[in-house]
């Protein structure tokens, strides 16, 4: 029987933009006609299409279809059939290509019908996935149920699908019309103005599901949560849409767009995860469900780096922009997320503890391209890029005090709610409100992909007068970063706060008190993106990893595990289950398979010191994941030696001590019901994977 799958899926607003765009067509009508079996997995329709060349002496065009739906006829307006190519990308995707009869210019337009059929295996990880009881129908250029054409957008569509009356089905956009006959459904979405095709095309189904749905105190905003009742905690599915109506409030309130019209539609679908990490689109988050909705836990409502559901959330409060999507819909909707989780704490240690978190995700020693890159190569993948991003919005925010910052939002909205914004008018914006140039900023921040690290050192000398003199050298290290500092001075009980502006590798900075501080730090509360200690050995440990995943070179991957173990030899910081879970992953890649157990062991039994402080268990979770995915691993190779029975036993233990904390162990959980179910079997992208 196939795996059943878990996800969950987060629908378009219907109030997104749209843009012309310059590609090489301009769709002007998409219409399809389709029909659906749940039970077979199987889908047949046509697809109708009017499109307009945006270039000159056009005489061929070419579309896309996934692997798993074949284009049974393409015709033309007259029903005649296109003579055509068909080429395997190696992206699981077809390329079509027709011959069109005469060459066309930018005044014609031709039209298209697609006559397509298509299977969905319920046992692989598509993102578009069909079984008994569900079924999602997404439409984006990487994974689509239709012929994707080189646009995004359309300037009028209509879907009509019919599947089975028992399924209640959630769209995007309300259904115009709906019909029952025979035991089947059709329904009908009809748009007459330009849309995006991934908000037109993009639909989910359940035979067993409920809504919870609530609008902001205007209701102007809505937020919808599918659920089934008897697979997703309902307790935790109200606190979640709950924080998400009041955040949707927040986040339309300091971008100033209280007018806003929306509806956001989750769909959480499936019984257990599926292999692979969580996919990001545009317009829509794709997640593999967790064995941690099961219970209320409160990390994801208190750490941003847990929330999805808010981050993207937050994107669509973001404005469009032509530059790198990474600047704006990944930086400043997760600084939007940061900044609303930490005003509803009122806790000081949280929002500390929130600023750690984000320096920890934005940091690594793995070579990435710098953020105004964007998002162009796998290496901007790992979502570092997108931490640093946020950072670098919550330093803006300490450059120009938030009252002013907040006035760069106001006006950014006003001027850019109808058009695209640039770094460059953002930065504009930045620079009218602080009153002089903030090249130093930007070009350094978000140019660059590395991070400064200071060093404080400091010394008291009494005056003639009785009074004190404390001289503070800041000390840069690497790259050479500009910056405005904090340094808080602790004077009994009484706490100064003082501001410097570091830019070069040495400087000295005196300061007058009635008497001596006991203690001096730099930039306690962690306002300004840097290296530190801890921070850097748990850097090399993930580049380790990273190296292995992204780059397969084993050669570099093992030099920075080792140095996590030279760093900390006495596991003060927690990493060192990284490390030896990354070098036991190499040992079995070349074959070792001893090695590779007794590196595994290692990582099971890496425990952190008890004297350990709170920063130094910063990535305490993390690592502890690593060491149950560890156990996992090593009755992998149980199993390669023929002790099914013995891993057997391994993968319960797992679970058991994994449901405990399963927001913590989701992963391990996941991967251990798996090897119960089937077979451990040994290829080479699991030992290069991720976990």
């Given amino acids: 029987m196939a795996m059943m799958k878990c996800i969950f899926l987060l629908w378009g607003c219907t109030f997104v933009a749209f843009s012309q765009e310059n590609g090489a067509v301009k769709i002007l009508d998409y219409r399809v006609t389709a029909s659906m079996n749940p039970a077979q997995g199987k889908i047949t329709g046509t697809a109708s299409v009017w499109l307009q060349p945006m270039q000159d002496s056009v005489k061929r065009y070419s579309f896309q279809l996934p692997i798993n739906i074949t284009a049974e006829a393409i015709r033309d307006i007259d029903g005649d059939k296109y003579d055509h190519k068909r080429l395997e990308l190696q992206n699981s995707l077809n390329e079509y290509t027709i011959e069109l009869p005469s060459h066309l210019t930018r005044k014609d337009s031709f039209f298209v019908q697609i006559e397509f059929e298509g299977i969905f295996d319920t046992a692989s990880t598509s993102p578009q996935f069909v079984n008994e009881r569900e079924f999602i129908l997404q439409y984006t250029a990487q994974h689509a149920w239709l012929p994707v054409f080189k646009s995004s957008s359309i300037l009028s569509a209509e879907l009509q699908i019919t599947i089975p009356d028992s399924f209640a089905v959630i769209a995007a956009a309300q259904a115009d019309s709906s019909a029952v006959s025979d035991g089947k459904r059709t329904l009908t979405v009809l748009y007459l103005f330009p849309a995006q095709l991934q908000d037109v ?8 599901i409920v809504e919870k749905k609530r609008f902001t105190t205007d209701s102007l905003f809505a937020i919808s949560l599918y659920t089934s009742p008897t697979r997703f905690h309902q307790t935790f599915a109200d606190t979640l849409v709950a924080q998400m109506i009041d955040a949707a409030s927040y986040f339309a309130k300091l971008m100033h767009k209280e007018g806003q019209h929306g509806w956001m539609k989750y769909a959480v679908l499936g019984d257990n995860f599926v292999d692979n990490p969580p996919l990001l689109f545009r317009d829509c988050l794709l997640k593999r469900n967790s064995p941690a909705y099961a219970h209320v836990d409160s990390s994801i409502f208190t750490q941003s780096i847990s929330n999805d559901w808010l981050f993207e959330l937050a994107r669509k409060f973001c404005p469009s922009t032509t530059d790198s999507s990474a600047v704006f819909h990944d930086g400043l909707a997760n600084y939007l997320v940061s900044r609303y989780l930490m005003s509803i704490s009122h806790n000081p240690l949280n929002e500390h503890r929130e600023r750690l978190d984000l320096m920890i995700h934005a940091l690594s020693f793995f070579p990435a391209s710098p953020l105004g890159a964007g998002k162009t190569a796998q290496t901007n993948m790992t979502g570092a890029l997108a931490f640093k991003g946020r ?34 008018n953002f930065q504009s914006l930045c620079e009218k409100e602080y009153g002089s140039p903030l090249d130093w900023f930007f070009q350094e921040w978000m140019y660059r992909s590395t991070a400064p690290e200071f060093v404080l050192h400091w010394k008291n000398e009494q005056t003639q007068r009785g009074m004190n003199n404390t001289t503070v050298t800041i000390e840069q290290r690497g790259d050479l970063f500009s910056m405005p500092l904090p340094i808080r001075f602790t004077l009994g ?47 090399h440990a993930r580049s ?9 070179d084993l050669v570099s991957s093992e030099k920075e595990a080792e140095l996590v173990l030279q760093l900390d030899p006495n596991n003060t910081t927690g990493t060192a289950s990284m490390a030896y879970f990354s070098l036991a992953k190499i040992a079995v890649l070349k074959n070792d398979m001893e090695k590779g157990k007794e590196l595994f062991l290692k990582a099971m039994q890496a425990t952190l010191r008890s004297s350990a402080t709170e920063e130094q268990t910063t990535a305490s979770n993390e690592t502890r994941l690593y060491q149950k995915l560890s156990f996992i691993r090593f009755a992998n190779i149980m199993e390669m030696e023929g002790k099914r029975n013995e891993a057997l036993m391994v993968y319960q233990r797992v679970i058991a001590e994994g449901q405990r904390e399963p927001v913590v162990f989701a992963r391990a959980i996941v991967e251990a019901e798996k090897y119960l179910r089937n077979n451990f079997i040994s290829d080479e992208a699991l030992w290069f994977g991720l976990y």
């Fill in 201 to 208: 095309f993009s639909l989910c189904g359940s035979k067993e």
């Fill in 493 to 539: 009980s009484r706490v100064i706060f003082k501001r410097i502006f570091a830019d070069k590798a040495f400087q000295n900075f005196t300061f007058t008190f009635p008497s001596p501080p006991t203690t001096v730090e730099l930039d306690p509360q962690y306002t300004v993106l840097r290296w530190i200690l801890d921070i850097r050995i748990l850097a």
């Fill in 391 to 424: 950072y670098i919005f919550l330093m803006l925010e300490h450059i120009l005090g938030r009252e002013s910052f907040d006035t760069v939002l106001a006006k950014m909205n006003e001027q850019y709610s109808a058009t695209p914004i640039t770094v460059q």
């Fill in 544 to 552: 380790s990893i990273f190296y292995r995943v992204i780059n397969h």
